[in-house]
């Protein structure tokens, strides 16, 4: 009796295949933007909904970083370069362009590479003859933030953060509706709920209880 050949399923289908394409391409493009790429009847709300919902199949996660490393490795772009490209923005100066009488040396600029560090030129010649040249340079600070990112320099968001946001949300409506201080509202909180609130979340609201107390001690 011969073996029946069983076909394995492929990991994303053709849409999903799209998809990650979309999210692997270097023009920005947003997450529900590229759901609309792919499923162009979508509506907006179904796509930006759906949207982050594939962003954590963990196989569609694979397939956008295999369609990065593609990309690059077909451009020739090793990650060595772009954080070394991302320096030289992030510590660009005018005085890698200009010469010692303070005009552009563009050749000087071409030679050394600094060139590179220049976002836009313009020149606008005036009624009077003056020319005058503008020049923008790189963002470093955008610059910075793509390399603490890329090293994981950047403090990462607590698990707990965003129920902690919302649960002060709420006990700032309740001091409202109230007509009370938000201090004692959350004091309030902490007496009628502190049991069914976590320990980890229960400290968060205590040291804020704490810093408003000591805010309103100062001001007596």
Same mark, same amino acid.
């Given at each position: 009796m011969a073996n029946k050949k069983t076909s394995k399923r492929p990991k994303v289908n053709k849409q999903q295949q799209i998809f990650?394409?979309?999210m692997a391409k270097n023009e920005p493009v947003s997450q529900t933007e590229a759901y609309r790429r792919a499923y162009p009847k979508a509506s907006a709300t179904t796509a930006r909904i759906n949207a982050s919902k594939l962003l954590t199949n963990t196989n569609i996660q694979e397939q956008i970083k295999k369609n990065k490393e593609f990309? *690059? /490795?077909?451009?020739?772009?090793t990650k060595e370069d772009s954080?070394?490209? *991302? /320096?030289?923005?992030a510590f660009a100066d005018f005085d890698m362009l200009v010469n010692e009488s303070g005009t552009i040396d563009w050749k000087k600029a071409k030679e050394t590479g600094a060139f590179?560090?220049?976002k836009k030129f313009k020149e606008i010649r005036k009624p009077t003859g003056e020319v005058v040249r503008e020049v923008e340079l790189h963002d470093p600070i955008r610059a910075l933030s793509e390399i603490a990112d890329y090293a994981g320099?950047?403090?990462k968001p607590r698990e707990n953060d965003d129920e902690i946001s919302k649960l002060k949300i709420l006990i700032e409506r309740r001091a409202e509706q109230k007509g009370v201080p938000y201090?004692?509202?959350?004091e309030n909180y902490l007496e009628l709920f502190g049991d069914e609130i976590r320990p980890e979340i229960k400290d968060d609201l205590a040291s804020d209880l704490i810093t408003h107390l000591t805010r309103y001690l100062k001001k007596e």
């Open positions: 990650a394409e979309e990309a *690059l /490795a077909s451009a020739n772009i954080l070394g490209r *991302l /320096a030289m923005f590179k560090v220049v320099w950047k403090q201090k004692a509202e959350l």
